[in-house]
Structure formats: structure tokens, C-alpha cells
């Protein structure tokens, strides 16, 4: 089992930042991806940026320019740094990783979700 632990949510106003992480911890083997999606109330859950093994990113078209997601394989964290929040932004983020055992079979993980508020 791999237990994700999400923490840097909170309430922001317009144009502030806000920097998430996620460590990862329990029986690791080898975590393959690493990402953050977001909820917001009444909307489906949707990526907001990923990180592959190796270092490869890929964003929302809606974040592009604003978030930065990057991780530390060694301490198995991933960080999404947010700038310029808009309202927009406000949503549940959850972490997300796609972890691989020995059999080379995937298993997908979420953390518990961290809330995020954009709000004058």
C-alpha cells in the first residue's frame, strides 16, 4: 500500500500564490508518474499537471504559464507551485501516483485532497 499525504492548501485572493506538496510513503517500489487533479463542486475531476518519471511535464491549457509542477524522486514529493490564482482555481486538489511493483503492473493512488479557495 502507498499512502499519499497533501498539505499547502488554503484560501488566497486573486493574483496570490499558493505551493502544494505530496509525499508519498509505505511500500514504494518504483512510482512511475505523479500529478495533481482538481474538483470543483458540480464539475468532474480533472488533470492539472503530471509529472512522468524522468522529469517530463505536461499542464491544463488552463494552468499553462501559472502552475509549475515539479518533484524530488528521492524523498518521492511532488510540489505544484500556483501563481496568479484565479477564482476559477478554487477546487478540491488531490494527488495522484501511479505506482509499478515488481510485476511491472500499475496501481493508481489518490491522497485525500487538499482545498484550495481564490477569494477577495
Known amino acids: 500500500q502507498v499512502q499519499l499525504v497533501e498539505s499547502g492548501g488554503g484560501l488566497v485572493q486573486p493574483g496570490g500564490s499558493l505551493r502544494l506538496s505530496c509525499a508519498a510513503s509505505?511500500?514504494?517500489?518504483?512510482?512511475?508518474?505523479m500529478g495533481w487533479y482538481r474538483q470543483a463542486p458540480g464539475k468532474q475531476r480533472e488533470l492539472v499537471a503530471i509529472i512522468i518519471n524522468g522529469g517530463i511535464t505536461n499542464y491544463a491549457d488552463s494552468v499553462k504559464g501559472r502552475f509549475t509542477i515539479s518533484g524530488d524522486s528521492a524523498k518521492n514529493t511532488v510540489y505544484l507551485q500556483m501563481n496568479n490564482l484565479k477564482p476559477e482555481d478554487t477546487a478540491a486538489y488531490y494527488c495522484h501516483a501511479e505506482h509499478v511493483d515488481p510485476g511491472n503492473r500499475p496501481r493508481d493512488y489518490w491522497g485525500q485532497g487538499t482545498q484550495v479557495t481564490v477569494s477577495s
Open positions: 509505505g511500500s514504494i517500489y518504483r512510482i512511475s508518474a
